[in-house]
Structures are given as C-alpha cells and as structure tokens.
C-alpha cells in the first residue's frame, strides 16, 4: 500500500468538503514531479490531506478510490487525476511548524520540497504523523 501527501487550499477545496462530498476527483496538479508521484498511485493507497494558507497543517487521511487516469476535462493526457474518498479527520491537526521541529521528519518531503502538492510518505512517516495528530 503507498501512502501519500496531498496539499490543497482550504479555501477552494477542504478536508470538510470532501467529506461533505464523500468522494473526488483530485485534479489541478500540473507539476512534473506531482503528476510523477500521481502516475504511481494505486487504488486502496492512503493519503494525508494538507490545508495550505493560512492552516499549515495534515487535517485528515483519505482514501485513493481510484488508479490514475487522464483528466477528462483537459486535452492533455499528462494531466492525470484519480479518485479518493475521505476515511477520518485527525483528532488533533498536525502543523507544519510542529513536522520541522521533528529530527525524524527532516527528510520528508513537505519540509525539503515545501511547494510540491503530491508527495510520497514513508511508512516511519506515516506513523510519526498519526502519532502527532492523535
């Protein structure tokens, strides 16, 4: 199972309206290394969500529904997107100032590569984060 970050602004789209929605598409990434990271995905890997702006901060954990595909809406077919439901809120939202302060999370991608919107989280990643956001 791959485990995945995916950072979206919560003024356009939030870990709330996914679960008002109960399902998505995730679309928008045009970045060679996130679309990179999409192409890699697989259906039943999991996914942190992140709200940028002014939050900062892992909100949620969902589900990849889907493996990726083309986006319908554009002609592009490097644009791809897939599919992903919400599986929990976190019980405490995780900051990014709280990850940078962590020696074992000094090689994640959200500190090195602060602007990428995809990105892989290894499995010392993962727990390391849960564990913050119980």
Not at 23 to 34: C, F, H, I, Q
Not at 47 to 66: M, Q, R
Request: glycine fraction near 6%; proline fraction near 9%.
């Amino acid at each position: 199972m791959g485990r995945w970050l995916l950072k979206t602004e919560p003024g356009t789209y939030s870990f709330s309206d996914l679960v008002r929605d109960r399902k998505t598409t995730w679309d928008g990434v045009s970045n060679n290394l996130a679309l990179k990271h999409i192409r890699m995905m697989k259906k039943g890997d999991m996914a942190f969500i992140y709200h940028t702006g002014s939050e900062k901060a892992v909100v949620g954990i969902a589900e990849i529904t889907s493996d990726p595909f083309p986006d319908p809406a554009q002609n592009n077919p490097r644009l791809a997107v897939f599919t992903l439901k919400p599986k929990k809120a976190l019980p405490n939202p995780v900051p990014l100032a709280a990850i940078r302060t962590r020696k074992d999370l000094s090689t994640f991608p959200l500190v090195r590569l602060p602007r990428l919107s995809v990105m892989p989280v290894d499995a010392g990643q993962w727990k390391a984060l849960l564990d913050m956001g119980q």
